[in-house]
């Protein structure tokens, strides 16, 4: 998370619910956000600085694997867009054995409201995935993952904004887990558009997957 305080506590304190161990890895927020979420429950590892996504999802991953008794990480946004009920239902794919990594998607069903052009865009986005991957997936940049502990352990993510993203694809192509995609919805407010859901994020994307 990265100044998320407006939102960061009832995130958490929603995901308690169902999650007794949520981390909430702390991007170097000026706005107070660590102790909001560590007020509603969550362990709270902190970056010194702003590094990016992709080195506060590493982070995570790494402080999640020291626990023993570790069976599933479950990535979600601090930002309120994801759906507690699809996490749950994705975790359960994973604790089944029915695959090693369940890949969100809002594609498979009609409950995300997108924009023509941000739909484009994802779309195009996903055919450069595929093109480069071979991964058959329909949305290559959904933050809601539920991953077995056994494939995060051979993720080692460098890339920072958006880039990330890609890059994680990237490595589960080379790495070949058993994965599913599972139908979700990304709920786009206000807030979550001010803080880079917006078509511009989308096209910065695009541009990261065939010009960098």
Do not use: W
Not at 171 to 179: C, E, F, S, T
């Amino acid at each position: 998370m990265y100044n998320e305080a407006t939102v960061v506590g009832g995130v958490v304190a929603d995901l308690r619910k169902e999650f007794p161990n949520v981390v909430c890895v702390d991007d170097g927020s000026s706005d107070g956000s660590q102790d909001i979420a560590r007020a509603a429950g969550a362990v709270v590892v902190q970056h010194p600085i702003n590094l990016g996504q992709g080195a506060a999802l590493q982070t995570g991953f790494e402080y999640a694997l020291q626990d023993p008794e570790l069976d599933c990480i479950v990535t979600f946004d601090a930002d309120g867009q994801h759906r507690i009920e699809d996490a749950r239902a994705m975790v359960e794919r994973i604790r089944s054995g029915e695959a090693e990594i369940v890949l969100g998607s809002r594609f498979l069903d009609k409950r995300t409201k997108l924009s023509p052009a941000k739909r484009l865009v994802l779309k195009t986005a996903a055919i450069q995935s595929r093109l480069a991957t071979g991964l058959d997936l329909t949305d290559a940049h959904n933050g809601l993952r539920a991953i077995s502990p056994s494939v995060a352990a051979r993720i080692h993510l460098t890339q920072n904004r958006m880039a990330h993203a890609s890059e994680l694809v990237h490595q589960l192509a080379k790495v070949q887990p058993r994965y599913v995609e599972h139908p979700v919805e990304i709920i786009y407010t206000d807030y979550s558009k001010a803080k880079g859901q917006s078509l511009l994020n989308a096209v910065n994307i695009v541009f990261e997957l065939f010009f960098k």
